[in-house]
């Protein structure tokens, strides 16, 4: 239980760092090694990361095919308009849908930093917080007046993820950024 509440005040403490922190500079650096990322995926992040390894093995068995996206994988949807992000595997629309990757690329740089509490400090506020908007869209017609970003967290996963991907570009390290 002391685990549990020491969980809990540690990963409440790491948000409002990071929400103040982030008012500055909502950037978290990509490692600039493939190996460096999925290391710390893997261990650090593995939370998420395992998480995106069971969602990735169950639409693989239900027969979707992922995509590789920067240094993530990706399973297009084509009657999606959301993203999720696990670790390095996220899902998002088939089409029109590059800044949102981006966007979903970003969250997972966030969890090599953010790590087991990935899931409490970004990953569940951003969850509920998109799902009470669409709600609020959708079922009571009443538009939002803040902008997605206008949260830290969404914010800081947008930048990185543009940040990243336009570097990988520039350096054109013969990585195919769109899985084709």
Do not use: C, D, T, V
């Given at each position: 239980m002391t685990i549990v509440a020491a969980y809990l005040v540690i990963s409440v403490?790491?948000?409002?760092?990071?929400a103040l922190k982030c008012r500055r500079n909502p950037v978290f650096s990509m490692p600039k090694s493939r190996a460096v990322y999925l290391i710390l995926t893997y261990t650090w992040g593995l939370p998420m990361a395992l998480t995106g390894l069971f969602t990735g093995a169950v639409l693989m068995i239900m027969g979707n095919r992922p995509v590789k996206y920067g240094w993530n994988i990706c399973f297009e949807f084509e009657k999606i308009s959301w993203g999720v992000s696990f670790g390095n595997i996220?899902?998002?629309?088939?089409?029109?849908?590059?800044?949102?990757?981006?966007?979903?690329?970003?969250?997972g740089i966030q969890n090599i930093y953010l790590g087991f509490f990935m899931p409490l400090v970004v990953s569940l506020p951003s969850a509920v917080r998109f799902w009470f908007r669409e709600i609020?869209?959708?079922?009571?017609?009443k538009k939002l007046k803040k902008e997605y970003d206008?949260?830290?967290?969404?914010?800081?996963?947008?930048?990185?993820?543009?940040?990243?991907?336009?570097s990988l570009r520039w350096r054109n390290d013969g990585s195919d950024t769109n899985g084709r």
């Open positions: 403490l790491l948000y409002i760092l990071l996220f899902i998002s629309p088939k089409h029109n849908s590059e800044e949102l990757k981006m966007h979903e690329h970003g969250h609020r869209e959708k079922r009571f017609r206008s949260i830290w967290f969404e914010r800081s996963a947008s930048i990185s993820g543009k940040k990243f991907m336009s």
